[in-house]
């Protein structure tokens, strides 16, 4: 037994914890828990709990079902209980065979063969995402369309509404577990809130997006209200986004980094961009990846429909955030197609495949866009070299299905399960009858 591992059995015992969640995620990344007593614990961290894994979508076939959850020490906290008391700890688990080998399809296994990558190439990857989601009044059917807590917008503070006190909470809580909270705010839509978190390397944020899902609709729930990461609930109000600065350190070096060239990047962040722009549209399905995702994309605002970049340009599909001169550590670049209802490892690692080809590739950059791209016509766009992202998950899907870097990220029973899981969302989607069909089809018409 390692220290980690020793520290945790101390801390619950010295804690009375009396339960402990043991969390991964499914392909899609639906969170799963299995909760086992601190007696347990010992025999988890030596030999894993065993499960069914072809009951869990996307993670393996019948005829190989047995499979080992192993908890990750380091990924330990503790959730407080309410009033103080019956406190909860989790960990995250790697998902194993029986033979003790990585599952070919377990997300976070995915990310981690992504980072060995990384790693190989002398870099090590960071993000720092920007977690958007609505709070709603409990209550309303699916058939119906939320609504919000509030009429706020942007940065507005509003002493009355149940998200001042929600934020509030919600950073505590995440405080508590060690996920650390950079800034808050309302967003533009009414109900609306952003949480940031903290940068940290690519499979501790992975990891700490899941948690912070957890404990903001757990404290939705104790304010009364619901927390949805649909990526777009409302139809004329903005969808949710997780806009995501991604770096790469060589070291304590910022590899993206070099005062003398362009905007202030790297030839390494230059190289990262344009996989980026070459790979955007075949890495789609994987970073949204649902129906309602496409809505977003193409529902206006502030989402990035096409593909291209620019400095400080809010539409464009990857944008490079200026930086403070005395800080050469923050130059990044954010990668703004995400919404909050990625599965987080997968999304992770396409976006750090498709930059990584770009650096070994030593793909040229395209030049930035210096406009509004939202406001130029097709045939301006076209002429420009700005090519659009997928709009629906069904062209998604037909990119990704021909591409040999999604396949290789993913590996190809992860590849082959998340395609058919899509295409089954996809399927049932196009053969629903909506209310709008049926409106516009009314017999006294």
Not at 9 to 17: E, H, N, P, Q
Not at 220 to 228: D, I, K, M, P, T
Not at 290 to 302: A, P
């Amino acid at each position: 037994m390692d220290d980690q591992q020793e520290h945790v059995l101390r801390t619950i015992s010295d804690r009375g914890i009396r339960y402990v969640r043991l969390w991964f995620t499914d392909i899609v990344g639906t969170l799963k828990s299995v909760a086992v007593a601190p007696v347990e614990l010992d025999n988890a961290f030596a030999e894993g709990v065993g499960f069914d894994g072809s009951a869990i979508q996307g993670l393996t076939r019948v005829y190989e079902s047995d499979m080992i959850a192993r908890p990750d020490a380091s990924t330990f906290a503790v959730l407080r209980g309410v009033d103080g008391s019956d406190d909860a700890a989790f960990m995250f688990c790697d998902i194993l065979t029986r033979e003790g080998e990585p599952a070919r399809s377990d997300p976070r296994a995915i990310l981690q063969r992504t980072l060995r990558r990384c790693e190989d190439l002398g870099f090590t990857a960071y993000a720092h995402p920007e977690v958007e989601f609505y709070l709603f009044q409990p209550g309303a059917s699916d058939d119906e369309e939320p609504t919000p807590i509030d009429s706020a917008s942007y940065f507005d503070y509003v002493t009355r509404s149940v998200a001042h006190n929600f934020r509030r909470d919600v950073i505590l809580s995440l405080e508590d577990v060690g996920i650390s909270v950079e800034f808050s705010h309302h967003e533009i839509g009414p109900g609306q809130q952003e949480v940031d978190l903290r940068y940290a390397d690519c499979l501790t944020m992975a990891d700490s997006i899941m948690a912070a899902r957890v404990i903001i609709k757990e404290v939705a729930l104790r304010h009364g209200v619901e927390a949805s990461f649909m990526p777009k609930p409302l139809a004329h109000w903005p969808g949710s986004a997780m806009h995501t600065h991604f770096s790469l350190f060589e070291g304590e070096t910022n590899a993206f980094h070099d005062p003398r060239g362009q905007f202030g990047m790297s030839v390494t962040a230059r190289r990262f961009l344009a996989g980026l722009m070459r790979h955007a549209r075949e890495i789609t399905a994987v970073t949204n990846q649902h129906v309602n995702s496409y809505k977003r994309l193409w529902g206006g605002g502030e989402a990035p429909p096409y593909v291209c970049w620019g400095p400080r340009n809010q539409s464009a599909l990857v944008r490079v955030p200026e930086y403070k001169p005395t800080k050469p550590q923050s130059a990044r670049l954010e990668y703004r197609a995400l919404d909050t209802a990625a599965n987080p490892y997968l999304a992770f690692a396409a976006v750090l495949g498709a930059g990584l080809a770009g650096i070994e590739g030593k793909y040229d950059l395209s030049d930035p866009a210096d406009t509004d791209v939202l406001l130029l016509t097709d045939m301006e766009r076209s002429v420009l070299g700005i090519e659009s992202l997928p709009g629906s998950l069904d062209s998604a899907l037909k990119l990704m299905e021909s591409s040999d870097l999604v396949a290789e990220i993913l590996g190809e029973d992860a590849f082959d399960y998340f395609l058919r899981d899509k295409r089954a969302e996809w399927a049932e989607y196009r053969a629903q009858v909506t209310p709008l069909e049926r409106a516009r089809f009314r017999a006294d018409r």
